[in-house]
């Protein structure tokens, strides 16, 4: 059911690649509110993923780019503000990586270079994001911006590595640009801090399955899937929320404000086997 929340308003989605991706749910449901948007990933993610049929099914274009360079980013707000025929009302961050999950480093054993390209990529992509579009000009008086981010940011979490560090400086210039935006231009900017979600991006995450089973068990309200969060970010940037900027807003059935509940509790209880070493020992990392 659409509620016309987005009526006449243009936006660019950042990091749909298939079905599982939390940005390409927002994509679907911003086009069904009424929003007219164009689609951005990396010109490899563009070749090897689905995001092609997701562009013939709403019928909106996608932009190549990297966007960890000012210059293809320039070329993305430039681009879909002819495409769209105007300044750009939302924006949404939805990018992050790391090789050092990839590659299975733990956090004690990182490298380094890779751990620069893991806070280009997560998180001062989104500085550059806001720094074009500012500069340009491009976002409308009173529009929004979105960046998904996870309470690693602010909490521990088993085998979630330096993509923590990265999260924690994307709350931080949601916080800082949010000021500057917003009293320059009213352009609001916000995170939000999601459920773990079994995306492309989160499956690589050491123990990925655990982990939503212990939050959807600690969660009063369980977790919030890719739809919900699509739901959350749709309110965002619409007109309803013009006064909500600079926050970290977690959507995660109530998580982040639990200490321990009795299914985790009884969780907590199973064996930790798989997790040692030949010596039987707990590998932390």
């Known amino acids: 059911m659409s509620y016309n929340l987005l009526k006449g308003k243009r936006g660019i989605i950042f990091g749909a690649l298939n079905e599982q991706s939390i940005a390409w749910k927002v994509a679907e449901l911003a086009v069904e509110e009424g929003a007219t948007i164009t689609l951005s990933n990396t010109p490899v993610a563009v070749r090897m993923g689905e995001i092609s049929a997701l562009s013939d099914k709403l019928n909106c274009e996608v932009i190549p780019a990297d966007a960890t360079s000012v210059e293809d980013l320039e070329v993305v707000f430039q681009r879909s503000m002819e495409i769209l025929g105007g300044k750009i009302d939302f924006v949404l961050h939805s990018i992050g ?18 751990l620069g390209k893991t806070l280009d990529i997560s998180a001062i992509s989104f500085h550059k994001m806001l720094q074009v579009a500012k500069k340009m000009n491009a976002i409308a008086d009173y ?5 998904l981010s996870y309470i690693a940011a602010q909490r521990t979490f088993f085998g979630y590595n330096d993509m923590a560090d990265a999260k924690s400086l994307l709350e931080s210039i949601c916080r800082s640009f949010g000021y500057i935006y ?42 919030a899937d890719a739809d919900e969060c699509a739901n959350y970010c749709i309110t965002m940037f619409s007109d309803l929320t013009r006064k909500v900027t600079m926050q970290t807003l977690f959507h995660d059935g109530g998580f982040s404000s639990m200490g321990m509940s009795l299914r985790a509790m009884v969780q907590y209880e199973k064996s ?12 932390y990392g």
Request: proline share 4%; hydrophobic share 30%; glycine share 10%.
């Open 272 to 283: 930790f086997e798989e997790y040692c070493d030949e010596n039987g020992n707990i590998i």
């Open 143 to 147: 529009g929004s911006v979105v960046a």
């Open 182 to 223: 917003g009293r320059e231009h009213n352009v609001r900017i916000n995170t939000i801090s999601q459920s773990p979600t079994l995306t492309t991006a989160g499956s690589g995450v050491k123990g990925m399955d655990k982990l939503m089973d212990f939050s959807n068990r600690m969660s009063p309200l369980g977790n």
């Open 97 to 114: 990586m790391s090789p050092n999950v990839r590659k299975k480093n733990t956090y004690d054993n990182l490298d380094y270079n890779m």
